[in-house]
């Protein structure tokens, strides 16, 4: 079946505009997670979704950044007023819920995003 | 709070070679334990986890880990690497304890295995 998708795969935006990201998970996983990599780190956390609330939103780096899951499927990331440090390839990925670790976490081939 | 340190950034080897990526956590709490890998040009994948029972855990490409808890460990080794396995490979935490923080994975910097004919 489909994998986790990520639209778009690419972004190119100018300082202080508005991106929005979008991630369809795989079809029957309640959970789903936003990750943000940059060059030359591990993926970091930003948030997750059990079904369609933020479970954990810790991770968000400030009120800039928001994401939403109004169906308990499809999510968005927004960011507003980008700024160059927000350059950086943003993961997402799913699983059939988070309770259990056994549950894999499948992740998408990110969207890269570039401030210039 | 979870840290994941991976010792090396960068690990060349030739092929057919032994080899061994360190990973070391700092946690609070129980944790569970996975390595990912990325080849080039492809999204993440679960290369092999540590949830409970023995501590040896393998992959089906001929990788294994070890969990060693008194010495916070969980490297990766392989005794004998293909030139296939050439990728990023991440080590990763996820608390075994309750609550909100349940879900997320707590990742290390990378080591970047290049395996040379």
């Known amino acids: 079946g489909a994998g986790v998708s990520q639209t778009p795969s690419n972004k190119v935006t100018e300082k202080g505009k508005y991106v929005e990201l979008r991630c369809d998970p795989i079809s029957g996983h309640t959970a789903l997670y936003w990750y943000r990599q940059s060059l030359g780190q591990g993926p970091e956390f930003l948030i997750y979704?059990?079904?369609?609330?933020?479970?954990?939103d810790s991770g968000l780096p400030n009120d800039r950044f928001f994401a939403v899951r109004p169906e308990g499927s499809v999510s968005t990331l927004k960011i507003q007023r980008t700024e160059r440090g927000d350059s950086a390839v943003y993961l997402c990925?799913?699983?059939?819920?988070?309770?259990?670790?056994?549950?894999?976490?499948?992740f998408g081939p990110g969207t890269r995003l570039t401030v210039l | 709070a979870q840290s994941v340190t991976q010792l090396d950034s960068q690990v060349p080897v030739f092929e057919e070679a032994p080899v061994e990526l360190r990973c070391n956590y700092s946690?609070?709490?129980?944790?569970?334990l996975f390595w990912y890998v990325q080849y080039p040009n492809q999204g993440l994948q679960l290369l092999l986890k540590y949830l409970s029972g023995s501590t040896l855990v393998e992959s089906i490409n001929g990788f294994e880990a070890e969990f060693n808890k008194s010495q916070t460990s969980f490297h990766l080794r392989k005794p004998s690497v293909h030139i296939s396995d050439t990728a990023e490979y991440f080590c990763?935490?996820?608390?075994?304890?309750?609550?909100?923080?349940?879900?997320?994975?707590?990742f290390g910097q990378g080591t970047i295995l290049t395996v040379h004919p």
């Open positions: 990763a935490v996820r608390s075994g304890a309750g609550g909100t923080s349940y879900g997320k994975l707590t």
């Open positions: 946690s609070s709490v129980s944790v569970y």
């Open positions: 990925a799913s699983s059939l819920n988070s309770g259990l670790p056994i549950n894999e976490q499948f």
């Open positions: 979704f059990q079904g369609t609330g933020a479970a954990d």
